[in-house]
């Protein structure tokens, strides 16, 4: 099955930018429906971005405007460009099919702070 590992993460002051990066290996990616989520301390882990294999994407309303969810398949590498980021943004992020039927990888520490 794919395997999944994200980087990227950092810390980052509020108004700041951030791309992540979810590289795919092990199984076919390309017609793979895929998501990015984010778990927040002492939260429930939440969707953030999505994008369908064809290309359209959708995002939770905190984060509309701000970030964009894109891929390449040739590479196997799904993004999230994160801009004009938040306290509230301070999360683990992780990438996962949409629905989230894979096992959860690290993840990569956002940290929204001045």
């Known amino acids: 099955q794919m395997q999944l590992v994200e980087s990227g993460g950092g810390l980052v002051q509020p108004g700041g930018s951030l791309v992540l990066s979810c590289v795919a290996s092990g199984s076919i990616f390309t017609f793979v429906p895929m998501g990015w989520y984010r778990q927040a301390a002492g939260k429930q882990r939440e969707m953030v971005a999505t994008i369908t294999f064809s290309g359209s994407t959708d995002y939770v309303d905190p984060v509309k405007g701000r970030f964009t969810i894109s891929r390449d398949d040739a590479k196997k590498i799904l993004y999230l460009h994160m801009n004009s980021l938040k306290p509230e943004d301070t999360a683990v992020y992780y990438c996962?099919?949409?629905?989230?039927?894979?096992?959860w990888g690290q993840g990569t520490q956002v940290t929204v702070s001045s």
């Open positions: 996962n099919r949409n629905p989230p039927l894979l096992p």
